[in-house]
C-alpha cells in the first residue's frame, strides 16, 4: 500500500510534467494542425533559461524561484514566437510532410544550438526548495512535488478560464475551428496563432524547470524524452483537446511510475510507446478526441 | 496457335525490353564505375584499408536512402522509425552468421543466407507495423514508427538473447567491396523496376492524391502496404550487410538519431528521386568522413539545411527527377540554345525592371 501510494505521488509528479508539455503540444496542433516536433527542445531552453537566471548572479538564487520561473516562461514565449515566425508560417499551405521534416530540422537544429552553446555536459540545477517532506498518514511527499503539483493546476484552471472565457481565448477555438471564417469575422489569424505558439511554449518552459528541479540537472538532451512522451500524452488524450492533453499526461505519468515501482524500470519506455500504439489502432483521435471526418 | 504467337511476341518483348540498347549501356557503365573503383583500390592509388571501408558504408547508406525513399518519396508517408528494420535485419544477420557460419563453409553463400533471413524477419517486421498503422494519417504513422524504433531498441538492449547494451559480435572478413557493390546494384535496379512497374505508378498516385487514387480503383491500403514492406525489406538487407561491415552491433546505433540520418539523406537528395537519394547518400556518408574535426557542427548544418531545403525546395533538392545519360546528354546539345534564350530572358527582365514603390498602390484601399 505505501510503495503504491509512493508511486501514484510520483506518477502525478512526472504526470504534472508531462501534461504541462503536452497543453503546448496540442495547442499548436489544434491551431495549425502541426506536430511541432521542436517543442521538447522549447522546454529544455526554458530549463536552461531558469538555470542561467538561477545561478549567474552570485549566489544561486538571488532572484527567488517563481521570479525565475516567469522569466523563464517569458523567454520561451518569445523563442516560440519567433520560431513560429522563422519557419512554420511560411508553410502555412505547404504539403503537411514538408511542415512536419521543417518541424524535426528546427528540433535537431535547437538541440545542437544547445549542444554548442552550453555544452554537451550536464549542469546542477540548484533546488531551492528544502528537501524533508511533508508526512501524510502512511506517506511522505517532498514539497517538490506539492509545488510542482499546485503550480501545475493553477496554471491549468488558468489556461481553461482563457480559452473559455476571454476575447483571445474565443478567436483561439474560432481559428482552430475554420481559419477562413475566423478572418472573415475579423480575427487577426497571424497575432492568434503567435499567442497560441506563446502560450504553448510558455507552460512547456514551466514543465522543463520542474523536470530539471526533479531531476537536479539540466542537458541538451533533456527535452527529447520527455517531449516524446509528452506528445504521446497529447495523443492519448486527443490532440487538439487541452482538456484531453492534461488527462493524458497524467495517465502517462502513472502509467511510468506503476511500471517503474512494480515491473522494471528498463522497459519503461517500450511500455509507453506501446500505449502510443494501442491508442492508435483502436482510437486514432484519444480518449477525448472527437472523430473528424475528412472532407472530399 | 494464335496463343503460341502471341506468348511468343510477349516473350521477345520481353527480352527486348530488357535487353535493350539502353541497358547495354548502363550495363556497361556500371561495369565502369566498378572497375574504376577496384582498380584505385587495388592498384593502391587510394588508401585501400581506409577507403574501402568508405564505399561499403556509402553503399550500405545508399541502400537504406533507396529503399527509405520508396515509403517517404514515394508513398509520401513520414517513417522515424527505418533504423528499427536496420536492426532487426543486423541482429537477424548476426545470428544466422553465428549459427550457420559452421555448416555453411563459403562466405558469400553465408552472406546471401543472412540477408535473406534479414529480409524475411524485416518484411514481417514491416507487415507486422505497417497493416495497422498505415490506417493512420501521415503524423501519426510517423510517430508510431519512431515508437517502433524506439520500442526496438529497447528491447534489444533489454534481452538475454542479443545479449544487451554489450552487443553481438559477428565473423569478419565477409563484406568486401565488390559484394557490397554488386548487392547495392541488385537492390537498386530491383527497386527501380519495381517503381516503373503498374505497382509502383499506383503507390506514386497515391502520394499524390489519396482520394483520387481511390477513385479510380487503386486499393489504397494494399499498396500502401507494399510500399511500406519494400521499404523495410530492403532496411533488412542494409542491416545485414552493416552487421557484415562493421563485425559488431549494439543496439545504440540503431537509435532514433540514425532513423533521422537517413531520412535527412532521402529528403535533401529528393523525396521521389532514386538518383538523388543515391548520390546524397554518397555525399552524406563520404563529406563527415572527411571532415571529422567539424563533427559537432554536422548535426546542426543537417539541421539548417533541412529547414531551409523544406523552405523553398519543399521536395528536395533534386526532387523526383532522375539523373539520367540521356538527360545529360541533352542537356549539353542543348545547353548553348538554353543559355542564349536564358540570357535574352535575364536583358528583358533586366530592361523591364521597376523599382517598388513604397507609396500607396492604385486600388488598394487597405
Known amino acids: 500500500m505505501e510503495l503504491f501510494l509512493e508511486q501514484v505521488i510520483n506518477g502525478l509528479n512526472a504526470g504534472s510534467i508531462y501534461a504541462l508539455i503536452a497543453i503546448g503540444y496540442t495547442m499548436v496542433y489544434g491551431i495549425i494542425r502541426l506536430i511541432n516536433f521542436a517543442h521538447g527542445e522549447i522546454m529544455m531552453f526554458g530549463a536552461y533559461f531558469a538555470f542561467l537566471f538561477a545561478t549567474s548572479f552570485g549566489e544561486v538564487y538571488q532572484i527567488p524561484l517563481l521570479v525565475v520561473i516567469l522569466i523563464a516562461m517569458v523567454l520561451a514565449a518569445i523563442m516560440g514566437v519567433l520560431i513560429e515566425k522563422v519557419a512554420y508560417s511560411k508553410l502555412r499551405n505547404a504539403p503537411r510532410i514538408s511542415a512536419l521534416i521543417t518541424a524535426i530540422g528546427m528540433s535537431l537544429l535547437l538541440q545542437n544550438l544547445a549542444l554548442k552553446i552550453f555544452g554537451s555536459t550536464p549542469k546542477v540545477m540548484p533546488n531551492p526548495i528544502p528537501v524533508n517532506p511533508i508526512e501524510i498518514g502512511l506517506v ?154 475528412e472532407k472530399v | 496457335m494464335k496463343k503460341t504467337l502471341d506468348a511468343i511476341s510477349k516473350t521477345y518483348s520481353f527480352i527486348d525490353n530488357i535487353i535493350s540498347v539502353k541497358f547495354i549501356r548502363n550495363m556497361l557503365l556500371l561495369y565502369v564505375v566498378f572497375f574504376v573503383m577496384m582498380y584505385l583500390l587495388n592498384f593502391r592509388i587510394i588508401p585501400p584499408d581506409l577507403y574501402g571501408g568508405i564505399f561499403i558504408s556509402i553503399f550500405i547508406a545508399i541502400i537504406m536512402a533507396v529503399s527509405l525513399n520508396v515509403a517517404t518519396g514515394f508513398l509520401g508517408q513520414l517513417v522515424l522509425g527505418h533504423a528499427g528494420f536496420m536492426a532487426i535485419g543486423a541482429y537477424t544477420a548476426a545470428f544466422v552468421a553465428l549459427y550457420a557460419r559452421d555448416a555453411v563453409a563459403n562466405n558469400f553463400l553465408l552472406f546471401v543466407i543472412a540477408s535473406l533471413s534479414a529480409v524475411v524477419t524485416a518484411g514481417i517486421a514491416g507487415i507486422l507495423v505497417g497493416t495497422p498503422a498505415l490506417r493512420l494519417r501521415g503524423d501519426y504513422l510517423g510517430i508510431m514508427t519512431l515508437g517502433f524504433g524506439e520500442i526496438v531498441r529497447v528491447l534489444l538492449n533489454n534481452m538475454k538473447v542479443t545479449k544487451g ?49 481511390e477513385s479510380v480503383g487503386i486499393n489504397i491500403t494494399k499498396y500502401k502496404i507494399m510500399g511500406f514492406v519494400i521499404a523495410s525489406l530492403f532496411a533488412g538487407v542494409g542491416g545485414s550487410m552493416y552487421a557484415f561491415h562493421v563485425g559488431y552491433i549494439v543496439p545504440t546505433s540503431f537509435g532514433f538519431m540514425k532513423s533521422i540520418d537517413i531520412f535527412v539523406i532521402v529528403v535533401l537528395g529528393g523525396m521521389g528521386s532514386i538518383t538523388g537519394a543515391i548520390f546524397a547518400a554518397a555525399f552524406f556518408t563520404y563529406i563527415p568522413l572527411e571532415l571529422q574535426q567539424f563533427e559537432s557542427y554536422r548535426l546542426l548544418i543537417y539541421s539548417a539545411l533541412l529547414i531551409i531545403v523544406m523552405l523553398y525546395r519543399p521536395k528536395g533538392l533534386m526532387g523526383t527527377a532522375e539523373f539520367s545519360v540521356d538527360g545529360t546528354i541533352k542537356f549539353f546539345r542543348y545547353l548553348p540554345k538554353n543559355l542564349y534564350n536564358g540570357s535574352k530572358f535575364l536583358i528583358e527582365k533586366v530592361k523591364s525592371f521597376e523599382f517598388p514603390s513604397f507609396g500607396k498602390k492604385k486600388g488598394s484601399d487597405q
Not at chain 1, 175 to 184: G, I, R
Not at chain 2, 196 to 201: D, E, N, Q, T, Y
Open chain 1, 140 to 293: 511522505s511527499i517532498p514539497l517538490l512535488t506539492v509545488f510542482t503539483i499546485l503550480m501545475t493546476v493553477f496554471f491549468m484552471i488558468l489556461l481553461t478560464v482563457f480559452v473559455n472565457k476571454t476575447k483571445q481565448g474565443r478567436a483561439m477555438r474560432a481559428v482552430s475551428q475554420d481559419k477562413e471564417a475566423a478572418m472573415l469575422m475579423g480575427i487577426n489569424v497571424n497575432n492568434t496563432i503567435s499567442l497560441t505558439f506563446a502560450i504553448g511554449s510558455a507552460l512547456g518552459a514551466l514543465g522543463g524547470v520542474f523536470f530539471s528541479l526533479a531531476y537536479t540537472q539540466v542537458a541538451p538532451t533533456m527535452g527529447v524524452m520527455p517531449g516524446l512522451k509528452a506528445f504521446i500524452a497529447a495523443v492519448f488524450g486527443g490532440i487538439g483537446n487541452i482538456q484531453g492533453a492534461m488527462l493524458g499526461g497524467y495517465i502517462i505519468g502513472m502509467v511510468e511510475s506503476l511500471t517503474k515501482g512494480y515491473w522494471s524500470s528498463k522497459y519503461v519506455d517500450a511500455i509507453v510507446f506501446g500505449l502510443l500504439i494501442i491508442i492508435l489502432l483502436f482510437k486514432p483521435s484519444g480518449i477525448l478526441g472527437k472523430n473528424v471526418k
Open chain 2, 165 to 213: 547494451s554489450l552487443g553481438l559480435s559477428v565473423t569478419p572478413g565477409i563484406m568486401s567491396v565488390p559484394l557490397a557493390f554488386w548487392t547495392t546494384v541488385v537492390v537498386v535496379v530491383f527497386i527501380y523496376v519495381f517503381m516503373k512497374s503498374r505497382h509502383g505508378r499506383a503507390i506514386l498516385s497515391i502520394r499524390e492524391d489519396e482520394i483520387a487514387a
